[in-house]
T-cell receptor, first 115, second 114 residues
Framework: AQTVTQSQPEMSVQEAETVTLSCTYDTSENNYYLFWYKQPPSRQMILVIRQEAYKQQNATENRFSVNFQKAAKSFSLKISDSQLGDTAMYFCAFIHHFGNEKLTFGTGTRLTIIP | GAGVSQSPSNKVTEKGKDVELRCDPISGHTALYWYRQRLGQGLEFLIYFQGNSAPDKSGLPSDRFSAERTGESVSTLTIQRTQQEDSAVYLC????????????FGPGTRLLVL
């Protein structure tokens, strides 16, 4: 079974600064998908960004971008110009393209944006 | 369009009672998932539906847990004879079909068993 590791249980950063959340995963396959989800105190999981492993270009969504290092099996999330509304739990998730296994989540990083 | 909705938002029950949690997926999404999230923890997979059938029930923690889906739409998660360790947020997600499609989550139901 694949594993997803988020080594930073908690992080905090000043508003307007840039922060990077780390995620590593373990697989021997080539075709897979990676996701970052955000879970604010309202508890709804919101998709932040999705990356297909076959795409070399790093995915971006406004202030959110990823650094996808396939050889290193690393998938970090960069939040630029952080805002108070970015305060949330952030979960990294992984699934293979082929096969029947489920979407696997990391244990999450609690990010606090300090005003 | 409308997102995934879940009801009730919060549920308080007494130990030993049965509860039903409801999920309305995004219209046209054939795949539906249930997860459990205990306080301060990550997501624990419970069950996956493709249409009305459940090819993967591997995450259901005991035979007190069951789920069904009808009309390729609404799903109900039932917990019988609730225990205090069942207290958690139950999240539902839906996606277009294939397991690698993006899952969109509902707001969850917070269950508290006294």
């Amino acid at each position: 079974a694949q594993t997803v590791t988020q080594s930073q249980p908690e992080m905090s950063v000043q508003e307007a600064e840039t922060v990077t959340l780390s995620c590593t995963y373990d697989t021997s396959e080539n075709n897979y998908y990676l996701f970052w989800y955000k879970q604010p105190p309202s508890r709804q999981m919101i998709l932040v960004i999705r990356q297909e492993a076959y795409k070399q270009q790093n995915a971006t969504e406004n202030r959110f971008s990823v650094n996808f290092q396939k050889a290193a099996k690393s998938f970090s999330l960069k939040i630029s110009d952080s805002q108070l509304g970015d305060t949330a739990m952030y979960f990294c998730a992984f699934i293979h393209h082929f096969g029947n296994e489920k979407l696997t989540f990391g244990t999450g990083t609690r990010l606090t944006i300090i005003p | 369009g409308a997102g995934v909705s879940q009801s009730p938002s919060n549920k308080v029950t007494e130990k030993g009672k049965d509860v039903e949690l409801r999920c309305d997926p995004i219209s046209g999404h054939t795949a539906l998932y249930w997860y459990r999230q205990r306080l301060g923890q990550g997501l624990e997979f419970l069950i996956y539906f493709q249409g009305n059938s459940a090819p993967d029930k591997s995450g259901l923690p005991s035979d007190r847990f069951s789920a069904e889906r009808t009309g390729e739409s609404v799903s109900t998660l039932t917990i019988q004879r609730t225990q205090q360790e069942d207290s958690a947020v139950y999240l539902c997600a839906s996606s277009k079909g294939d397991r690698w499609e993006t899952q969109y989550f509902g707001p969850g139901t917070r269950l508290l068993v006294l």
